[in-house]
Structures are given as C-alpha cells and as structure tokens.
C-alpha cells in the first residue's frame, strides 16, 4: 500500500515471519482455530467502489462473515463506512459483525492526539509507534497486549559479533520496528527452545544482547539460525492483540 501510495517505506510493528506465531495465539478465541492471512495486493483493490469490494469478498474470495471497527472505512477514497458495510454485507449474504474501538484506558497521550486527528485515545497500529518511538516498553506491551518481539536475521552472520556474554549486530539485520536508542531491562531469546534472559542495548548503529551469564551467546553464531527473536519485558499479558 505505501508503495502505491507513494509513502515513504517503514518498518513493520510485527515481522513478516512472526505473523503466524502472533495468529496462532488467536486460536483460543477462534474455535480452537489459527486464522489463516491472505494478503491481497492493495493495487488490484484500490479503486473498487465499497460494492464492489464486497461483491469481490463474496464472489471471489468465498467471505462467510466479516468483522470491522467502529470506524472501519473501506472502498475508494474511502467511500464507505461500517453501516454501508453491514447493508452490503446483507445484500450478499454475507453476516457482518461491527465492533467498538478498544481504548487505551492506561495511558493516553495528548501529544499523540494532536499530531494524528484520527487518534481519539484508542489502541492502534500508530499509538503502538508512538511507544516504541518513546522507548516505553511496558507501554507497548499493554497496546499490543504481548511483549514485543523484534527479529533480526541471522543469515549473513559474519556481520555479527560474539564475545563472552555480548552478542551484537548492525540494525541493517533488523525486520522490524525496533524501540528507541537506549538500555532495556527483563528481556530474553529464545535460542533452541532455550530462554536466555538478556538485557538490549540499541544504538545508532547496532543492537547488541548482554546476558546475565558468561558465555551464554557464544554458539549463536556458529549455528544454522536464520533468525533470532528479542523478547522485550517479560509481563504476562492478555487482551487485544495487534498483528
């Protein structure tokens, strides 16, 4: 969608490989289910009016059912809204189910408000980016409602360095968005089913994991990882989940 748009790229909130493991969490909601993700390409979809999106959900894609917020806006130019999608919904026998927006009761952000006028205090992709600009990562994690997990990849690991308890890389390998520059606490990777608790320091340049035992990252990088995950806080949260 940005590159349609013509937006400048930016780095995604979840990483492209660890959407399944955020949708398989969902499966206790959904029947005991994982939902599938299909991803459709924006520029084949972008000009369709709202009737003929959800013609294209009925007709083409076989959607039984669709579940949207409050202020879900849809169609080109965003012609639509949620009651013109509960009446298309209707006409094509689809059932839709229209949901109240999730506030952010613990922490809303003035500041916030103000740079985005679609902001109105509730939990959302932007107010997650918000948090981890400001480096709060309790914050994310009451958003998200998860610790926030950053990839990085591991496949040109010559560019990594290990010594002893410290395990750096540049942030050229991250794949997604991390927090701000500084020093996070009460984190942990997972390498081989094995949770190492480690703290993260993130430069300008690098992110580099110190563990609390001497050389606990020492066999990082003489083993076939393709990627390695950084949880950040260690909370045992539940609610709203944001992919």
């Known amino acids: ?11 995604p909130i979840v990483a492209e490989c660890d959407r399944k493991r955020i949708l398989s969490s969902w499966a206790p909601y959904c029947g005991s289910i994982m939902p599938r993700e299909l991803q459709i390409d924006f ?7 709202p009737c003929q999106f959800v013609e294209k959900l009925s007709k083409e894609l076989g959607v039984r059912g669709v579940v949207a917020g409050e202020n879900y806006r849809f169609g080109y130019r965003a012609a639509g809204d949620a009651s013109d999608l509960v009446k298309l919904c209707e006409e094509y026998g689809l059932e839709a ?16 408000n103000s740079k985005d006028g679609k902001e109105r205090g509730q939990v959302s992709s932007t107010r997650v980016r918000y948090a981890l600009h400001k480096g709060d990562m309790k914050y994310v994690s009451e958003l998200l409602g998860r610790n926030h997990r950053l990839i990085l990849m591991m ?18 390998c991250l794949l997604n968005l991390a927090p701000k520059e500084g020093l996070y606490e009460n984190c942990s990777v997972l390498i081989d089913k ?7 320091i993130v430069d ?13 990252f020492s066999c990082v990088t003489s083993q076939d990882l393709k990627i390695l995950g950084i949880d950040f806080g260690s909370p045992e949260l539940e609610g709203v989940q944001i992919l």
């Open 194 to 200: 094995n949770v190492i608790p480690c703290r993260v």
């Open 155 to 172: 496949e040109d690991q010559e560019r990594f360095t290990s010594e002893r308890n410290r395990l750096s890389a540049p942030k050229s």
């Open 204 to 216: 300008t340049t690098y992110i580099h994991l110190e563990s609390y035992e001497v050389a606990s």
């Open 1 to 11: 969608m940005a590159e349609v748009l013509g937006w400048e790229p930016r780095a």
């Open 97 to 112: 189910y229209i949901i109240n927006s999730v506030m952010d009761t613990n922490q809303i952000s003035g500041d916030l």
């Open 43 to 49: 520029s084949k979809v972008r000009y369709l009016t």
